[in-house]
């Protein structure tokens, strides 16, 4: 995955974009490590927090929470010059917009239907797949056979297998592909985190109606609404920030070698959060995904 998950527009599932490298990241410093745990555990965090208001305000409720978290902490960081925009700029902030909450429902239900640690292994296909096609290299073939056997344990039939959650955790890879082919695009026609900020301030927009209707229909508790702003603080603006920090201190392959654990911490934390357990079939083909990530990246700073 050393294309894309080094990447810094492949983000940790669900989180937004951070920013691009400078030329001193060129070593891993151990505050730059410090950080990455931490941004890594809040993500993983938040999202098994926001869990817990599903059953009053159902996936959908959680992620519109969410969506606005992003778009206040983009915005301010972004501050996006939103009338010098030209058409060339907006249809990608615009489908930018569209896969980012498309991406963040369809993770969320499938952590509700199959949980945490799956859904986020299946997720992280999106940027394992963008890196390993763009490859030729016969090592990432092999990673590639590596990453598909994890998936084909992961989905094999058996009485309480869940093939809907299966497929929305497919549906959130293909998102996250999505997302960094379009990222990298509006990151060459929009400068700084102004495209960003524009794609979350659009997707909260879209999203603002659903939140009117399920707050109606589901009048939030105080424990869910907490709960949902906090998923929208941990996974969104504590790891944007943190990957501000990262990002000028810690390589890009280093970067994207670290985020190959998060389907270990999205298992770890699903488990002491929310009680998930995994079985030893699950953990292992959890470990074949990480392991062909993080074979591919190894190999490619060789």
Same mark, same amino acid.
Do not use: K
């Given at each position: 995955?050393?294309?894309?998950?080094?990447?810094?527009?492949?983000?940790?599932?669900?989180?937004?974009?951070?920013?691009?490298?400078?030329?001193?990241?060129?070593?891993?410093?151990?505050?730059?490590?410090?950080?990455?745990?931490?941004?890594?555990?809040?993500?993983?965090?938040?999202?098994?927090?926001?869990?817990?208001?599903?059953?009053?305000?159902?996936?959908?409720?959680?992620?519109?929470?969410?969506?606005?978290?992003?778009?206040?902490?983009?915005?301010?960081?972004?501050?996006?010059?939103?009338?010098?925009?030209?058409?060339?700029?907006?249809?990608?902030?615009?489908?930018?917009?569209?896969?980012?909450?498309?991406? =963040?429902?369809?993770?969320?239900?499938?952590?509700?239907?199959?949980?945490?640690?799956?859904?986020?292994?299946?997720?992280?296909?999106?940027?394992?797949?963008?890196?390993?096609?763009?490859?030729?290299?016969?090592?990432?073939?092999?990673?590639?056979?590596?990453?598909?056997?994890?998936?084909?344990?992961? &989905?094999?039939?058996?009485?309480?297998?869940?093939?809907?959650?299966?497929?929305?955790?497919?549906?959130?890879?293909?998102?996250?592909?999505?997302?960094?082919?379009?990222?990298?695009?509006?990151?060459?026609?929009?400068?700084?985190?102004?495209?960003?900020?524009?794609?979350?301030?659009?997707?909260?927009?879209?999203?603002?109606?659903?939140?009117?209707?399920?707050?109606?229909?589901?009048?939030?508790?105080?424990?869910?609404?907490?709960?949902?702003?906090?998923?929208?603080?941990?996974?969104?603006?504590?790891?944007?920030?943190?990957?501000?920090?990262?990002?000028?201190?810690?390589?890009?392959?280093?970067?994207?070698?670290? &985020?190959?654990? =998060?389907?270990?911490?999205?298992?770890?934390?699903?488990?002491?959060?929310?009680?998930?357990?995994?079985?030893?079939?699950?953990?292992?083909?959890?470990?074949?995904?990480?392991?062909? =990530?993080?074979?591919?990246?190894?190999?490619?700073?060789?």
């Amino acid at each position: 995955m050393h294309a894309a998950s080094a990447d810094p527009a492949a983000p940790a599932a669900g989180r937004t974009d951070p920013p691009v490298p400078g030329p001193q990241s060129a070593g891993t410093s151990p505050a730059g490590v410090v950080t990455m745990v931490g941004s890594a555990l809040s993500n993983q965090t938040g999202a098994a927090i926001g869990s817990l208001a599903f059953p009053v305000l159902g996936p959908l409720g959680v992620v519109a929470v969410r969506q606005y978290v992003a778009a206040l902490v983009l915005l301010a960081v972004g501050r996006p010059r939103l009338r010098s925009f030209t058409w060339p700029q907006w249809w990608p902030v615009l489908l930018l917009a569209v896969v980012f909450g498309t991406m =963040n429902l369809s993770l969320y239900t499938a952590v509700a239907r199959i949980g945490l640690g799956l859904a986020v292994t299946l997720e992280f296909l999106g940027p394992l797949a963008i890196a390993l096609t763009a490859s030729r290299r016969p090592v990432d073939a092999c990673c590639a056979l590596i990453a598909g056997a994890g998936v084909v344990v992961l &989905m094999r039939p058996q009485p309480s297998a869940d093939y809907m959650g299966m497929g929305l955790g497919i549906l959130a890879a293909c998102c996250w592909a999505a997302y960094i082919v379009l990222n990298r695009v509006v990151g060459r026609r929009v400068p700084g985190a102004q495209g960003s900020a524009a794609a979350a301030a659009v997707s909260a927009l879209l999203f603002l109606p659903v939140g009117v209707v399920v707050a109606l229909r589901h009048p939030p508790t105080a424990g869910a609404a907490g709960c949902a702003v906090a998923a929208g603080v941990l996974s969104s603006a504590v790891p944007y920030l943190a990957d501000l920090f990262t990002l000028r201190r810690v390589s890009a392959p280093a970067f994207g070698l670290f &985020m190959s654990v =998060n389907p270990v911490l999205a298992a770890i934390v699903g488990l002491i959060v929310l009680g998930q357990r995994l079985g030893g079939t699950e953990w292992a083909a959890i470990g074949a995904v990480v392991a062909a =990530n993080a074979v591919s990246i190894a190999a490619g700073r060789r």
